[in-house]
Nanobody, 127 residues
């Protein structure tokens, strides 16, 4: 069973930056899409960003567009990063990495599209 492991969370102040990492436990794992979701206290989990294995196709939620950047370490797409700049208190959440082996990009913003999930990493932004 493949595991996804997130790292890089922490406590920062308004306007600062963090970079999250997500790595698959198996080197042979080559998901078509790797994504980040987040869940704030008392709220439902929401889509943040996704990276498709073609190396060109990326997706962002409107709330993070222009501030967050997703990237992949290699063509296998088994390690992805989320560079988060100009962090705001409303970015405070547990951030989850997710992956799918499905080739379709039709529903990349939907949780149900993903078969593999990490345990999450806490990001806290103070005002």
């Amino acid at each position: 069973q493949v595991h996804l492991v997130e790292s890089g969370g922490g406590l920062v102040q308004f306007g600062e930056s963090l970079r999250l990492s997500c790595a698959a436990s198996e080197h042979s794992f080559e998901p078509y899409t790797m994504a980040w979701f987040r869940q704030a206290p008392g709220k439902e989990r929401e889509f943040v960003s996704a990276f498709y294995r073609d190396g060109r196709t990326v997706y962002y939620a409107e709330s993070v567009k222009g501030r967050f950047t997703i990237s992949s370490a290699d063509t296998k797409n088994s390690v992805v990063y989320l560079q988060m700049n100009i962090l705001k208190p409303e970015d405070t959440a547990v951030y989850y990495c997710a992956a799918t082996l499905a080739q379709s990009r039709q529903n990349v913003r939907e949780e149900l599209s993903y078969d593999f999930w990490g345990q999450g990493t806490q990001v806290t932004v103070s005002s």
